[in-house]
Structures are given as structure tokens and as C-alpha cells.
């Protein structure tokens, strides 16, 4: 079974601080994409960051960046610099290209005290 | 010019009712998607659609009809709604080797009262 787990249901991180929320996958297939998306309380499923799973290079955007451990199949986000608008829930998702779908993680709640 | 949009946005219907939601997606993307989020914000895949084709059947009731009359809409159904099939249903939206990212439309809350 292809699995995405996210093991901390709940995190809080704060203001201006660091916070890492944790992902793993299970795919027996060497072509796939790992992705985190943002959703705040307005539902909207923001993409935040993504990642191919040919790459080594660990994935970048501004504030969030990857730690993807292709070996251990772990693909945890980190949030530098933790702002207010980052407080919402966060998915983790595995892409398998073979399949034609994403598999999404049950969710971590990020909460930002000021 | 939203990337893909979903109507209506809040809908709350009888029980035994039936009800429709309407997707489109203007990024010119082949493959169409509807999921399911529940009370508890488990984010589930429903369908998927390529080039109007059905894809991908989750075990979803019966009651439940997609149709993609063309590649750009994907149109949800609903038959005899129950109250378990109260929550958010989001169109979205990939294109297959263009870095396969899943755009979402932003979501149709449906409660059956």
C-alpha cells in the first residue's frame, strides 16, 4: 500500500522561530513527487513546496525548505522565521506518476504564538 | 481568472435531495480530480479524470457521478444525499509531466441538515 504519514497532529512554533514538521512515504516506485500544501482556515489548499524524487537537492522556497531522505523515504518541511500568516494546517502528499494520483498525509496543525 | 473554479461554494441541502457541483479549470491541464475533506480535514481522492476518461474509481457510492463533457470541466453529481456526506469537496486540476502539482479550486462546502 502506498502510505503518506504525518505523525505530529498538532505543532506549535513561536513568532520568528524555527519548526519542522515531520513526513514519510511509502512507494515501492523509483519515479515520484513529494509536495506540501498549506491550508488556512479559509480551505484554500495553497501548494508550499515541491519536490522529484530524482533530485537530491533538497527543494527551497523563501522560508520553507525540504529535508527529503530518499533512503529512509522522509520528507520533512521546515519553516524558518515563523510568521503569523503561517498558522494552518499542512499536508503532506506523494504524487506517483504510474498511479495518475496523490496520496495526502492526515494533516499537522501549525500554530504560530505571537 | 481563477485557475480552477468550483460553484457553488456553500450548499446546504434536505436529506434525499440530489445536488450538483460544477469545476472547470482554464490552465489547460488534461487530468481532473474531485476529493473529499471530512469533518476531521482527511483530504481523500473521489475520482480522477484524463481527457474525459475515468480514471480512478475510490470506492465511492453509487450515488456519486462524475461527468467531464470536456477536459476543462469536471462536474460532480450527488444522488439521495445523506448526512455523511456532508463536507468539502475540492475540484483540482494536473497536468501529467509538467511537474505533476495539483491545483485546487477552492473548495464547495456541502451539509445535508
Known amino acids: 500500500a502506498q502510505t503518506v504519514t504525518q505523525s505530529q497532529p498538532e505543532m506549535s512554533v513561536q513568532e520568528a522561530e524555527t519548526v519542522t514538521l515531520s513526513c514519510t512515504y511509502d512507494?515501492?516506485?523509483?519515479?515520484?513527487?513529494l509536495f506540501w500544501y498549506k491550508q488556512p482556515p479559509s480551505r484554500q489548499m495553497i501548494l508550499v513546496i515541491r519536490q522529484e524524487a530524482y533530485k537530491q537537492q533538497n527543494a527551497t522556497e523563501n522560508r520553507f525548505s525540504v529535508n527529503f531522505q530518499k533512503a529512509a523515504k522522509s520528507f520533512s518541511l521546515k519553516i524558518s522565521d515563523s510568521q503569523l500568516g503561517d498558522a494552518a494546517m499542512y499536508f503532506c502528499a506523494l504524487y506517483r506518476p504510474n498511479a495518475g494520483k496523490s496520496t495526502f498525509g492526515d494533516g499537522t496543525t501549525l500554530t504560530v504564538k505571537p | 481568472d481563477t485557475a480552477v473554479s468550483q460553484t457553488p461554494k456553500y450548499l446546504v441541502t434536505q436529506m434525499g435531495n440530489d445536488k450538483s457541483i460544477k469545476c472547470e479549470q482554464n490552465l489547460g491541464h488534461d487530468t481532473m480530480y474531485w476529493y473529499k475533506q471530512d469533518s476531521k480535514k482527511f483530504l481523500k481522492i473521489m475520482f480522477s479524470y484524463n481527457n474525459k476518461e475515468l480514471i480512478i474509481n475510490e470506492t465511492v457510492p453509487n450515488r456519486f457521478s462524475p461527468k467531464s463533457p470536456d477536459k476543462a470541466h469536471l462536474n460532480l453529481h450527488i444522488n439521495s444525499l445523506e448526512l455523511g456526506d456532508s463536507a468539502v469537496y475540492f475540484c483540482?486540476?494536473?497536468?501529467?509531466?509538467?511537474?505533476?502539482?495539483?491545483?485546487f479550486g477552492e473548495g464547495s462546502w456541502l451539509t445535508v441538515v
Open positions: 483540482a486540476s494536473s497536468q501529467k509531466g509538467s511537474g505533476n502539482t495539483i491545483y
Open positions: 512507494t515501492s516506485e523509483s519515479d515520484y513527487y
